[in-house]
């Protein structure tokens, strides 16, 4: 069946690995320039709805002072500004992540084991993601609710209605600490969690190694 022959460089390099690899990291290289952009249109997005949340907060405040009123406006611009650029820290660092775990699949060696290793780091992945995710969260809006005195989430529209504890977070200063809190440990328990099980992959992987190793010897 020599007229199969030419396929023999794509089935072995499929076997050992390369193409999963490289399929892998192409894959989070374009994923890291979709969050880069989600990043950028974020912030736009933000931007322009506290605009018009500034001009809804004016309507209200129609009858009373002009002081008020422009004190409302100013408050509700700084701490959409403030979350803006805590979306727009997100997708350039969540971009990172994922361009720098694309050149970590990239430069896996040649192993009998194909997929698991990419898992580990894959898994790795998921951790950092949600570390830096809930971490941002977590600061911007209790930022965003000490100096507007207000959840952020509800301008998020069906994002702000799924995330944990978004609906439940209260307003001032304690609402702000309390909203700080709840995310920063979610980031550590999902970092965590997923090292965890990407150590235990890693730590599988090497035993099996070991072992075949030592069946040889």
């Known amino acids: 069946m020599k007229i199969f022959g030419i396929l023999d460089p794509f089935f072995h390099a499929l076997s050992d690995g390369k193409i999963i690899r490289l399929t892998v990291a192409w894959v989070l290289r374009i994923l890291a320039v979709i969050m880069a952009l989600i990043g950028l249109f974020g912030f736009i997005a933000i931007i322009a709805l506290s605009f018009r949340a500034n001009n809804s ?3 209200v405040a129609g009858d009373l002072a002009t002081n008020t009123a422009g004190a409302i406006s100013a408050t509700i611009i700084i701490g959409s500004i403030l979350l803006a ?9 969540t971009a990172g992540i994922l361009a720098f775990r694309a050149r970590s699949v990239k430069e896996l060696g040649d192993s009998h084991f194909t997929v698991l290793p990419v898992l580990s780091l894959l898994l790795r992945l998921n951790g950092e993601l949600a570390f830096v995710t809930y971490s941002l969260l977590g600061v911007g809006g209790c930022l965003f609710i000490w100096i507007t005195n207000a959840s952020p989430f509800p301008q998020l529209g069906v994002l702000g209605d799924t995330l944990p504890f978004a609906g439940h977070g209260g307003a001032g200063f304690l609402g702000g600490l309390e909203m700080a809190f709840f995310f920063l440990l979610i980031a ?3 970092i965590i969690f997923f090292y965890a099980l990407a150590e235990y992959i890693a730590v599988q992987v090497e035993i099996a190694m070991n072992t075949r190793g030592s069946r040889k010897s």
């Open 57 to 59: 907060a004016a309507d």
């Open 85 to 93: 650029l805590f979306v727009l820290a997100w997708g350039y660092l």
């Open 188 to 190: 550590f328990s999902l």
